[in-house]
């Protein structure tokens, strides 16, 4: 009985190493030499990062519950795009993004991907799901969010573009190809990543390629608390509710804490101290909620107004940085850029001041006793 329970411990065990696994390419490649492998949950939560507008963010409640969320910022750090600054005009600085999702690979296809882009992928995906959950991924997750373009009816030249009509005039697009069934897609990819780089160098495009291999597997790319969570955060909070009875906690998140920006649009003011937390998300753990009518001597005024303080971060080995926006998302660089912007004028006039001195001195005629003290006696 031992033997049996020993031997059936094996061949599961060879079974989940046989298993393939998805691998991620983004371009540009952030030259991973070891691919880290990660789960189906966080792998989806950078797929919406990387689709998500400006402003419409992600937050805490997108964290798959089997993900660590220290883990889960780390790793959107590392292979997410970037958080655009304080002084970002909507999104005209910022590259547009791509994913491509080719799914019902098989081992050789993986292999020829992975020759044609000449490079490793920069993360894996264990246990990747089944065939079917893809369309849900692609329907439910991707389509549903605003900004992003549906490409599926357009070539892979095309969506390669954000400049063609498949993109809509839109920031993100997605497109999905079915690899079994057209085995040209891979060429078709070869043909376009020389574009595909150039736009990703240039800062016009970003392109995350998914290859998914032939999956029964029943894993999912989120779970049902997952889903239940990401559906009651999207409900639409109303700002004007009277306060409940039961206190509300108002300490700020412990330090290191690192908070996604809120999905929906932050008000100017919140009459109540437990709205103006939940919508900004305790200020993104970047500052606290304050009442800006409130006096120093602690009274309250008749009407309150309610919006974030931001406050300055320290980071090991980055120095401080300072906070600002509406819920304490941008990082503020109002200060450096002055200081900057200050000395280069003070420069600039105290340059124009001393040419101008030096030039007038010159301009300036000789006395004339100079001349008499040198002229030859007779």
């Not at 490793?120 to 065939?131: C, E, G, L, R, Y």
């Amino acid at each position: 009985m031992k033997l049996n329970t020993g031997l059936i411990a094996a061949l599961a065990g060879c079974a989940a190493a046989a298993r393939p696994s998805a691998e991620v390419y983004i371009v540009p490649n952030n030259d991973a030499s070891s691919p880290p492998a990660v789960a189906p949950g966080l792998a989806r939560l950078l797929f919406l990062q990387r689709l998500s507008s400006n402003g419409q963010g992600l937050t805490q409640h997108d964290i798959p519950s089997s993900v660590d969320a220290a883990n889960a910022i780390s790793f959107l750090g590392r292979f997410g795009k970037p958080t655009p600054s304080l002084f970002s005009v909507g999104e005209s600085n910022q590259p547009s993004q791509l994913v491509l999702m080719l799914d019902r690979m098989s081992d050789s296809h993986m292999d020829q991907l992975r020759k044609t882009l000449g490079t490793s992928p920069s993360f894996k995906i264990t246990d990747p799901p089944a065939d079917d959950a893809h369309k849900n991924l692609m329907a439910l997750d991707f389509l549903s969010r605003p900004g992003v373009a549906d490409g599926n009816q357009c070539s892979i030249q095309q969506i390669a573009n954000p400049m063609e009509d498949c993109w809509d005039g839109k920031s993100s697009a997605v497109a999905r190809y079915s690899v079994n069934e057209d085995p040209e897609t891979i060429k078709d990819v070869a043909k376009q990543i020389k574009q595909l780089v150039q736009l990703a160098k240039s800062g016009d495009l970003e392109t995350t390629i998914i290859a998914l291999p032939s999956s029964a597997s029943a894993s999912q790319w989120a779970d049902e608390q997952q889903e239940l969570r990401r559906r009651q955060a999207e409900q639409v909070m109303s700002v004007i509710a009277k306060p409940e009875a039961a206190p509300q906690t108002t300490s700020p998140p412990a330090p290191g804490t690192v908070m996604f920006a809120p999905k929906t649009r932050i008000a100017a003011c919140y009459e109540t101290l437990s709205a103006c937390n939940e919508a900004t998300r305790n200020c993104t753990g970047h500052g606290t909620c304050k009442d800006k009518y409130a006096s120093g001597d602690g009274t309250k005024a008749a009407a309150s107004c309610f919006a974030c303080h931001c406050q300055a971060t320290r980071e090991e080995g980055k120095g401080v940085k300072h906070w600002g926006g509406s819920s304490c998302a941008k990082q503020d660089v109002s200060v450096p850029f002055w200081l900057f912007a200050g000395f280069t004028l003070a420069m600039v006039v105290i340059l124009s001041m001393a040419i101008g001195l030096l030039y007038s001195v010159g301009e300036e005629k000789l006395p004339g006793v100079i001349g008499a003290g040198v002229s030859r006696n007779k």
